[in-house]
């Protein structure tokens, strides 16, 4: 195949398959950060194998994507361990979009809400796997609730008590410590 062509080709191929593939492979890492590598692995191979033996059909290119980072994985880590989770009862009510409700709009300065965001994902890092890829699929990758479950082959309830949990810690963590607070008291002490 010409390469000017595969490079066209492969373009077309990336830009509609990079979030499916991205959220198949993060969903099935023990380490959010080794995802990059993966996926560069497995958009190489397939480039390689679109200049040595020519286009295929969009469908394919994504099964042949996810073959590849599926035997990517295996290599770099063997068989994933299914994490033991505790599941709670309670369900509460609470708002999707809570990171955003952390980092808010309330400051002029967007700096800081930068900043605030930066260590709400920090945090967020420093909690298990589990739960970092479950912060990762909903809220870097748009993905719903439900979504983010299949994805990783949860229970709905798993997935919502994990984020839910973790966004009472956040609260509790950037909101000084207040729950019942409705406006964010964020980072006033370092405004003063």
Same mark, same amino acid.
């Given at each position: 195949m010409d390469k000017q062509i595969a490079d066209k080709y492969f373009g077309e191929i990336y830009d509609k398959s990079y979030k499916e593939l991205s959220t198949y492979v993060i969903a099935r890492i023990k380490n959010v950060d080794d995802a990059k590598d993966l996926l560069q =692995?497995?958009?190489?191979? $397939?480039? @390689?194998? *679109? *200049? &040595? @033996? +020519?286009? =295929?059909? %969009? !469908? &394919?290119? /994504?099964?042949? *994507? @996810?073959?590849?980072a599926k035997h990517e994985l295996g290599r770099h880590y063997g068989y994933l361990n299914k994490q033991a989770i505790t599941v709670s009862i309670d369900d509460e009510e609470k708002p999707q979009d809570v990171l955003e409700e952390l980092a808010g709009d309330s400051f002029e300065d967007s700096t800081l809400d930068e900043l605030l965001l930066s260590d709400i994902w920090k945090y967020i890092k420093g909690k298990d796997s589990l739960t970092y890829r479950i %912060? /990762?699929?909903?809220?870097? $990758?748009? *993905?719903?609730?439900? !979504?983010?479950?299949d994805r990783l082959e949860l229970p709905l309830c798993a997935v919502s008590n994990r984020i839910y949990r973790t966004l009472d810690e956040l609260r509790i963590k950037f909101n000084e410590g207040s729950k019942d607070n409705a406006e964010p008291q964020r980072l006033e002490k370092?405004? +003063?």
């Open positions: =692995i497995t958009y190489t191979s $397939f480039y @390689k194998r *679109l *200049l &040595n @033996k +020519g286009a =295929i059909p %969009f !469908e &394919n290119a /994504v099964q042949y *994507l @996810k073959t590849t %912060f /990762v699929l909903r809220y870097s $990758f748009d *993905l719903s609730l439900q !979504e983010t479950a370092s405004l +003063g």
